[in-house]
């Protein structure tokens, strides 16, 4: 049940309006004391690590600024500092221009406005579509319920057994989560398992910590390979050739394996002896799938029972909170409105809302009688519901089938550029997206649903691209060339083990408070230049530290902010960040000192 809420303090939310404003003023006196005072390149890393920093105080304080308003503003300062540095730094470009006009300028511009390669360069453009397309291809997918269907079958050949089963979607997962974007599969492994947790009446706590574990799974045990994570392919981009899938199957994989491993393990010792009474199981719980499909080809949207509740708490009125109660104790929607004597109008009304409207009589009729002695009319309603479902089934599996011939042109597209980079990345997803589109094509309400969750997470990326840039910028005063020299310093008087120790260690703690896509972006260019066994083992230590480091804490990934939003939304509307710390410290510290002994191992192997 969900706990009282505690009075806090109320979220003040600065405007983005005034903040732009005020970054525009600051970018035009910036661009007018350029004019008369050479402005020195060091500012402009100050400037690239106050925006940074931002993002963290401004997302975690009582004062909260929209994370768009606040990378594209700095963008513009940091953008308008460059070319008041770049320009009246350089005689040699004044004197350029004089003699040749714009025309001086025209190939960069060419370069870098008109080409693939030059937004590539300036804001990982490639990489950028190639999400773009991956979230589209995975929402189409995501419609099938592919992952409930596998699931379930598996909880029904294993009698019920939730350990097996939660392992077995873990795998699923941590596999998908190499190839396909770990945000999406975040949230189809949480909504999948949280219902086989409640089926199996689990304690909050472990459901708490199970959503918690999800981040791990898609992060660190999708780390594999570079698909599945931005920080991944960020690293793939900037140190292109060099990080090619053979690298991520030697290196990373190893820190994958023993990842799912350790989480499986604390798993266990949670939920051992866990189980679900299959012969018992409600007729939408043994058709989670259907009921699923049903609710997004019908409705347009998909929703857990709790979440279903919470959007109708007006219609349930003072029946809302037992009703809840009953839910989270692990009984069906339906027998929790017949216990509580909601009235019957309103049962079907939202039965026939959560499921489909020409079901909801007989449903009604099933939840009525289930316990009653007229024992045929829930045989005979049991029959009619079975026979929807069963059609349902039929569609489904169809869907499934035509979303499934997505995969060969974006699996055979990935192999290509692997051999020839040339190619563009993005390519594959969009091909994968384009050819998995007709699973829904036909099916309004779920084409829209899955158009409507695509740009909903896509939009949670588009506050890297000023940042990205901003990146590339300080790249191009050699600021990064000087940690390179500090890094080759490092490796001199210490050895290249414990300087990739180091850098592990240190990117575990700044991706736990900064964005991992960021801190891969800045980390990874300052290996540009190093040999390539060098490069290897230090992109693994970073890679590692992203991937830990981004579930330490509830904002250090995508993933982890999804998993903590859906804690405080449907588990525990209490459940505050140093929660979140410290149920997940000891699983870190576990996979921490794993990847550690792993990373010194591929050193001594001559990394």
Known sequence: ??????PKPKIIHLSSIKFTAYCLITAYLISMGGTFYPIPSWIIAI????????????????????KNALTYGMGLVITTTFWSTWWHGSSSL?????????????????????????????????????????TFFVAVIAQTRLLESVSFKVLEKRRGNVVVTIALLAAIVSFASGILDGVSMIGLMIRTMIVILFLSKAAEKDIVYAVMISTVVTTVCGMWLAYGEPPNLIMKSNLNPHLDNVFFLRYCLPVAVASYFIVFWNMRRRLAGRTVEIHKLDILDRHTADVRFLQASRHGEMLTPIEFVEEHEEKLGNHFHPVIERLRNGEPLGEAMVNEKVPVATRKELLGEFVWENVAEDLDHYYVHSYGEE??????????IQSTLESASRQRRRSQVLGALGFAPFIGLLIWHAVDHNVPLFLSSFSGFAVSWFAIA???????????????EYREYLFLIPLFFSITVLQKTGFLNQLSQALVYAIEK??????????????????????????????????QGLEVNLIHLFSLAQIAGYAVGGCWTHIGSAQSVVAYAFIKKDIDENFTPFQWIKMMT?????????????????AALGA
């Open 494 to 527: 210490l050895g290249s083990s414990h300087v990739a120790f180091a850098q592990f260690a240190g990117t575990t703690v700044l991706s736990a408070i900064l964005d991992n896509n960021v801190v891969a972006d800045f980390g990874g260019r300052a290996l």
């Open 586 to 602: 000891p699983v870190i510290v576990e996979i921490f000192i794993a990847a550690a002994i792993l990373i010194y191992l591929q």
């Open 1 to 6: 049940m969900v706990k009282k809420s505690v």
């Open 442 to 456: 036909s099916i309004p309400k779920m084409r829209r649903l899955a158009l409507r969750e695509a740009v909903h």
């Open 47 to 66: 400037e690239v690590f106050l925006t940074v920093i931002s993002l963290f105080v401004f997302g975690s304080i009582r004062y909260r600024l929209d």
């Open 94 to 134: 004044r004197q350029a221009f004089a003699v040749e006009g714009v025309a001086a300028f025209l190939p960069k511009v060419r370069h870098y406005l008109f080409t693939l390669h030059g937004w590539d360069e300036l804001i990982h453009a490639d990489t950028m579509l190639f999400i773009l397309g991956l």
């Open 375 to 384: 024992i045929e009319k829930k045989d005979d309603a049991y029959r009619r």
